[in-house]
């Protein structure tokens, strides 16, 4: 684990919104450097909210929320939905960040294309997004994401409205990415088998107010294969977090407040 | 391409309405100084073709300059009320002053401002069309997902760089929308125009009228109609061929 300074710190953060009130109250956390994390949550209970604070799209309404230089400097958002620009080809969009930090072409093309192989999409630069599947769709936004080489890449739910199968290959795909690149990853999820299955520490949330229910390490080991999925080790982690969410009776209604 | 369908069923239903029209005049039913047979009509658009057609292009020409004076006015006006609130909470009332201005109430006020000729009809020609053109962009340049903005921010793009990588692109289909809207009224606001200003398929409608010549005043207005899907088609042609991509089946 890296060093204290290399950490993303809540100290204390509350957020306040206007409409829907208290958000978040007075939460620690810290989140080491080259750390994958999953913030598990019922639906509506703060965990975008979270993740903004960390992208700095928030600012917390007391409390502070430290990001080392490094990752507050380049990092990657993935949104839930893709989020593509229909009139970019796929090249395009994946090198839109590029563009904006103005850097030079053949950088940007170099970039692109190193981005689009990480995905599986090499050879699919000149479509536009219409002709992709939504399991292609997403992964183009993760080589968006990860086409400025972030220290830090943040998901919303981002496997959320795919189907099943795509899920699990595109979990097993970021695992693969984080354990290349190490940087410093925060999955939200409210799917208790994926955050299990693809990071190395789980924190679970409660309902708004978020509020921490539990912090818990995966030691599922670094290369996770499909086959962990069927493991008794999996088996009994993922029981073990079933059983905290149930014990807090509140924490796992699907349906947002 | 257009289905047979598409093609044919408007033509044969103006086949049935002129042999309609021209029962009803030859029969006597309807008197001709009332309602001159299609026949008639037509004998005067030829007989008279080469004014005809000059009076066309000089009102397609001004509804054609209204039409770029409100491309440009209107989305130039769009795209500031889009950057700034102030602006837009500033312009929002005087642009709805142009949807809702009777033209033909202050066409005279425009000829004694731009006098009699082509200035004044173009410009009565871009006060009725640039409102929708000014609500179209706007409503584009409002709807960018929040998503995509979150994202400009994420990287610090400036107000510049949002704006012509993501507002503009987001519109074009809207923009495409008010222009064409715009492409029907800009040709409305020639005509009214030029039955104040004189000149062109107005001045010729209210030459004929006065003369009580409703065979002229048909062959005018049939040319103005000709004259009006044109414009629509001009605009509906280079939309497809400047911003095909925009309009690809599924995009979301």
């Not at chain 1, 204290?4 to 919104?17: L, N, P, Y």
């Not at chain 1, 990752?71 to 009139?87: C, K, S, T």
């Not at chain 1, 050879?123 to 536009?128: E, I, V, Y």
């Not at chain 2, 004694?112 to 409503?139: D, E, K, R």
């Amino acid at each position: 684990m890296n060093s204290h300074a290399a950490a993303i710190v809540f100290d204390q953060v509350e957020k306040d919104f206007r409409r829907t009130g208290k958000v978040i109250a007075g939460l620690d956390l810290e989140i080491h450097a080259g750390q994958f994390v999953a913030l598990l949550g019922p639906s509506g209970s703060g965990k975008t909210t979270l993740l903004r604070l960390v992208a700095g799209l928030e600012q917390p309404t007391r409390g502070e929320v430290r990001v080392p230089d490094a990752a507050r400097r380049n990092r990657g958002y993935v949104f839930q939905e893709a989020h593509l620009m229909p009139w970019r080809s796929v090249f395009a969009n994946v090198a839109l960040p590029l563009e904006i930090l103005g850097r030079p072409r053949e950088e940007i093309r170099a970039q692109v294309e190193t981005s689009l192989a990480l995905v599986g999409l090499e050879s699919a630069g000149a479509l536009l997004p219409h002709a992709l599947s939504g399991g292609m769709k997403m992964r183009v936004s993760v080589a968006r994401a990860l086409v400025s080489k972030p220290s830090l890449l943040l998901l919303d739910e981002p496997f959320s409205a795919l189907d099943e199968a795509t899920r699990f290959r595109l979990a097993t795909e970021l695992r693969r990415i984080w354990l290349a690149a190490g940087m410093t990853v925060v999955f939200v999820t409210h799917s208790l088998a994926e955050a299990v299955f693809v990071a190395d520490r789980a924190v679970v949330f409660s309902q708004r107010p978020l509020r921490i229910l539990a912090d818990l390490p995966i030691p599922l080991g670094a290369e996770r294969p499909d086959r962990l999925r069927v493991s008794p080790a999996y088996a009994e982690l993922l029981a073990r977090v079933y059983e905290i969410v149930a014990e807090t009776g509140d924490a796992h209604t699907r349906h947002a407040t | 391409m257009i289905s047979p369908l598409r093609l044919f069923a408007p033509l044969i239903l103006f086949a049935v309405v002129v042999t309609l029209l021209e029962a009803l005049s030859q029969s006597g039913i309807a008197p001709r100084y009332l309602l001159p047979p299609p026949s008639e009509v037509w004998a005067t658009l030829r007989g008279d073709a080469r004014e005809y057609l000059r009076a066309a292009t000089i009102t397609l020409t001004e509804a054609g300059l209204g039409l770029l004076l409100s491309f440009l006015v209107g989305n130039g006006l769009a795209i500031l009320m889009s950057v700034s609130r102030w602006l837009s909470a500033a312009l929002q009332p005087y642009a709805v002053f142009f949807q809702t201005v009777p033209l033909i109430a202050i066409a005279p006020l425009l000829v004694i401002w731009f006098g009699y000729g082509i200035p004044t009809v173009v410009v009565a020609a871009f006060i009725v069309s640039v409102f929708p053109v000014i609500v179209n962009t706007l409503a584009g340049c409002r709807a960018v997902e929040p998503a995509l903005r979150d994202l400009f921010r994420l990287y610090g793009a400036s107000r510049f760089q949002t704006l012509t990588k993501l507002t503009l692109p987001h519109a074009i289909p809207n923009m495409v929308t008010g222009l064409r809207i715009a492409a029907g009224l800009a040709m409305i606001g020639a005509i009214v125009g030029e039955f104040i200003a004189g000149g062109g398929l107005g001045g010729l409608i209210d030459a004929a009228r006065t003369q009580q010549r409703l065979d002229k005043v048909f062959a005018a207005v049939l040319l103005a109609s000709l004259a009006g899907v044109l414009m629509v088609g001009l605009v509906n042609l280079s939309a497809r061929v400047f911003v095909g991509r925009w309009r690809e089946p599924g995009t979301d």
